[in-house]
């Protein structure tokens, strides 16, 4: 008898199983691991799923079904990145399926509901067969369909290969949320016109062309720039503005002889992520510092997997990184160069575009997906790039050979993916990921973690410190002011301390610019009654609403919700509705009634959204158009401005009295990393500091620079407290419409797991944002001690999670796990 094979595929879907379909005889030496094939799921639905494992195990449980056809000729996902996907799923407590889901590009991952649109720039190279014809009229017309509707309008059960055929000619793309939309770049080429491939009809264009010497002159150049007037040439085309710069010719002369029909001109696409730079800049020369904490770096990595680089900003961090990159592309190694999402700017992309030129693939979650499908591909068939600089995400691109990864502003938090799931830590993940490549991690940043930072001192990381600013520029200089003070002897306006105002005059008038920072976006945190103290609250979250001024309306910062301003208080009736607190909104406003003369720009989410909108804000400051720059925490991620002398910190008590184990962690990061925009390159500058807590340890350890100490009293807390990295910590989120049936659901929970888990359980609780969009949330924390198996935990975990949710009364309940939550 004939062995049947089998594929388990992963699938789309959030189920925590993988599923196993039968390789009909038609596709037995076609299907490899990595590659996508189609298979029915459900009633009606088709997906594309990859293959995981190949084997003749017949399933058990169910019958099954048969995969309707492969897409690809080779994997597009290697067996590395099937391994470490693995290890995140069980890492984090989720499903193959999630993990997919984040790890691909949607243009890669075609689904019954994925929108497919066409590409009207599309030019046909090859004959397509009549079905992607149908599908092709269909959707120059339409321009946007899905897949099921493509399904319908072919009268084909699955229309998914045909898709597949056409996105690989660029004649479809798709979108999950397309921003830019997808024009493929073009660049004009010029060939020698195919009548004129002829060596007698040459001669008479020469003859001809003799009284119009410039066109002849520019025909002589081509044919020097193709290699010779000779029958092997004729066919070679070249780039139009190369041909008009050599011959020096203007273009009306070089259309001249396009109209005459002796040139041809062609469009052809190129990639959009191609730039024109080449290896120019070579590298700069490290200083001795650099050179030695370079050496120190590579000294350390003989030992360990991975080393802290803890450097103070500006001490050439960036620089040190390139060199290191340079060395691995030389042995032919690729580089992952990890960035948080805000700092991956043109900034940090034009430095490195600089030395590695096209080698460097960039990978932005605010890249429209078909650029995303770009960088993947390349790197899948190892085209082009070498280095990839991309945000958290780029960990899942398919490297098969990778020897460093670098995560620079390692502190940063966004590393870690909040929602949806998988809930990963890049950083953490990275180390993983190099141990699967046999590669090494280097960590850089100028305020370490606690955990990372720990690490170090348990000589499970190495570590390298560069105390020096490049060049030797001073660190800046902190000044504190008591705001308390300042309101008591009414020298403050509105919330701008005199001190701080001084400054900024003096700043602006010496053709400075200055920094305000405060960490909140909007006008006010919320509005007040003043007579019965009543304040709005958003409709589907348990949260007050910001006030927007500008659109003169109350935002929800969780489900986004707005709605006009109540004339008059819901409770009371009273008129008297008061603005509280200040966001960068008011802040802006106010600055602009003191100095109303100066170019004043604000940064924060609502002003940046599209990373068009972020970067111009970055480039008018830097070229000096805006004086005083008003942001959030995003202005105070990896920007280098040459010509800023103050630094405003309008309001440090929020930071530090945030409700979190973690709030002064947070606020050194933040104070110091804001502080060290200052006076970067010629002279020290100025950081002022509001509070109205001016002993505040945090405070004074970032006046003094002293990392080390904010270190051991972070820890002292977090041992005391148990926190990590003493315990490790899982979250649980039991959520459910109904806030009874969440307070059953997660009671009983709550009630399982300390049957299990004992004291190490806490809660469950109402956070402090207890209803989101509806939906009634409670959360459960399991603090779990050094040396517990955490695979255990997890295992136990999930049971326990499962007979909550299987409990009848609590059918749709959703319970979340966080596995260390941020
Ligand atoms: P960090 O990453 O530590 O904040 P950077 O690498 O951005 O520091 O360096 C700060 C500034 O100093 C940058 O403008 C950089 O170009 C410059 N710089 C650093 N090292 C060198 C070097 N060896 N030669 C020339 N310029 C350097
Ligand atoms: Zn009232
Ligand atoms: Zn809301």
């Known amino acids: 008898m004939e062995t049947t094979f089998y594929a388990d595929i992963i699938l789309p879907v959030p189920l925590p199983r993988l599923f196993t379909y039968e390789i009909s005889q038609r596709w037995i030496n076609d299907v490899e691991i990595g590659m996508r094939v189609v298979v029915p799921f459900g ?38 990145q099937l391994h470490f996907w693995k290890w995140i799923s069980e890492y984090y407590m989720c499903t193959l399926g999630e993990v997919y889901k984040a790890a691909v590009p949607s243009g890669l991952k075609l689904e019954s509901e994925t929108k497919v649109h066409y590409n009207t720039n599309w030019v046909p190279e090859e004959k397509l067969t009549p079905k992607e014809t149908m599908v092709l009229d269909f959707l120059s017309e339409k321009k946007t369909a899905t897949v099921q509707d493509l399904n319908n309008i072919t009268e084909l059960k699955n229309s998914l290969p045909i898709i597949k055929s056409l996105l690989d000619k660029e004649a479809l793309f798709v979108s999950e949320r397309l921003k830019d939309g997808y024009k493929p770049k073009t660049k004009k080429l010029v060939q020698l016109a195919p009548e004129y491939c002829h060596d007698q009809k040459l001669q008479n264009v020469f003859t001809e062309l003799s009284r119009a010497k410039k066109q002849l002159e520019v025909l002589m150049v081509f044919f020097t720039m193709i290699g010779g007037a000779n029958k092997n040439n004729y066919s070679k085309a070249i780039e139009k503005n190369l041909l008009k710069e050599k011959s020096g010719a203007s273009l009306s002369v070089l259309n001249e002889l396009i109209k005459k029909g002796v040139l041809l001109e062609v469009e052809t696409a190129i990639s959009r992520l191609q730039t024109d730079t080449l290896l120019t800049d070579g590298l700069h020369e490290l200083n001795p510092a650099q050179q030695n904490a370079k050496q120190q770096i590579e000294q350390q990595f003989k030992e360990k997997d991975a080393v802290l680089l803890h450097g103070v900003t500006s001490s050439g961090k960036t620089e040190i ?19 948080p999402e805000i700092a991956l700017t043109t ?126 520029i001073q660190m800046p200089q902190i000044i504190t002011v008591n705001v308390r003070e300042e309101k008591r002897k009414k020298r403050m306006h509105a919330h ?77 009736n009273s008129p008297a509705l008061q603005t509280k607190g200040f966001g960068t909104e008011k802040i802006e406003e106010d600055i602009k009634i003191i100095f109303p003369e100066i170019k004043v720009a604000r940064m924060d989410l609502d002003t940046s959204r599209t990373r068009k909108s972020h970067e111009t804000i970055i480039g008018n400051f830097e070229r000096g158009e805006v004086d005083i720059l008003i942001g959030t925490q995003m202005i105070s991620k990896g920007l280098d401005f040459d010509n800023v002398s103050v630094v405003g910190i309008l309001n440090a008590d929020s930071m530090l009295n945030y409700p979190d184990f973690r709030a002064f962690e947070r606020s050194f990061q933040m ?23 001016p002993d505040n340890p945090v405070i004074l350890n970032v006046i003094n620079n002293n990392f080390k100490n904010h270190f051991q009293s972070e820890l002292a807390e977090r041992e005391l407290f148990k926190y990590p990295p003493f315990y490790r910590l899982i979250h649980l989120t039991v959520k459910h419409k109904n806030q009874n049936t969440v307070n059953q659901a997660s ?70 796990a966080d596995v260390d939550p941020m």
Not at 55 to 65: G, L, W
Not at 321 to 339: R, S
Not at 671 to 693: C, D, E, F, P, W
């Open 43 to 80: 009633k009606k639905k088709y997906y594309s799923g990859i293959i995981y494992s190949l084997h003749d195990q017949k399933p058990e449980a169910y019958e099954t079904k048969e995969i309707v056809s492969v897409l690809d000729s080779t994997p597009i996902v290697n067996e590395t």
């Open 321 to 339: 990184y390139i060199h290191l990159i340079k060395e691995q592309i030389d042995k032919g190694k690729q580089v992952l160069y990890l960035l």
């Open 347 to 472: 900034q940090i992309t034009g430095r490195l575009k600089k030395v590695f030129g096209n080698a460097i693939g960039i990978y932005h979650s605010k890249y429209s997906d078909a650029e995303r499908v770009e960088v993947w591909n390349d790197i899948l068939h190892q085209e082009n790039y070498k280095v990839v600089i991309g945000v958290r995400s780029s960990i899942f691109l398919p490297f098969d050979n990778l020897g460093l990864i670098i995560v620079d502003e390692e502190h940063e938090n966004t590393y870690k993916q909040f929602d949806p799931s998988p809930r990963y830590h890049a950083r953490d993940a990275a180390m993983v990921l190099a141990h699967m490549h046999k590669a090494k991690v280097l960590m850089g940043t100028a305020t370490p973690s606690i955990e990372t930072y720990r690490n170090t001192q348990l000589a499970k990381y190495g570590l390298v410190e560069l105390f020096e600013r490049f060049e030797g």
């Open 496 to 572: 701008f301390s005199a001190t701080l105002i001084e400054h900024v005059t003096k700043a602006i008038n010496n053709g400075e610019q200055a920094i305000l920072f405060q960490n909140r976006r909007g006008f006010s945190p919320y509005l007040e009654c003043t007579q019965c103290s009543w304040v709005p609250k958003c409709d589907f979250c348990d949260v007050s609403l910001t006030y927007h001024k500008h659109i003169n309306q109350l935002v929800c910062h969780y489900c986004g919700h707005s709605s006009y301003l109540p004339k008059t208080c819901k409770a009371c």
């Open 671 to 693: 104070m110091a990393q804001v502080g060290g925009r200052a006076g970067r390159k010629y002279k020290q500058g100025t950081v002022i500091l509001q509070t109205s807590n």
């Open 747 to 816: 009671d009983y929970l709550g009630q399982y797991l300390r049957g299990l888990f004992k004291e190490r359980v806490v809660g469950p609780q109402a956070p402090t944002v207890s209803k989101i969009q509806n939906w009634h949330i409670r959360k459960i924390m399991l603090k779990i001690e050094g040396g517990v198996s955490l695979i255990k935990v997890k295992e136990m975990l999930r049971d326990a999670i499962n007979t909550v949710v299987s409990h009848p009364g609590f059918k749709a309940v959703v319970i979340q």
